[in-house]
């Protein structure tokens, strides 16, 4: 299967584009403002790609997405 055509790295790569324009904006602009959205982006782009990637390389899982998105939170 294509790299590009999984969705956990179509969610890593948009992610990752956030993160720089968010930064990029914040150090244009200079305005505080964007350091909690730098923060948030980050924390959660790695757990979330994860946890997508989990549920699509492993299809017959019994464990509930609550569990898992406790057990990957930052």
């Known amino acids: 299967m294509r790299?590009?055509?999984r969705?956990?790295?179509q969610i890593f790569i948009a992610g990752v584009a956030l993160l720089y324009?968010?930064?990029r904006t914040?150090?244009?602009t200079q305005n505080p403002n964007f350091i909690p959205s730098v923060i948030?982006?980050?924390a959660f782009l790695v757990p979330v790609t994860f946890t997508v990637?989990?549920?699509?390389?492993?299809p017959n899982w019994e464990v509930p997405v609550p569990a898992i998105g406790?057990?990957?939170a930052p």
């Open 3 to 5: 790299l590009f055509g």
């Open 7 to 9: 969705r956990w790295f």
């Open 21 to 23: 324009l968010t930064e």
């Open 26 to 28: 914040l150090a244009a």
């Open 40 to 42: 948030l982006l980050g």
């Open 53 to 58: 990637y989990l549920y699509e390389t492993l």
């Open 70 to 72: 406790l057990c990957t």
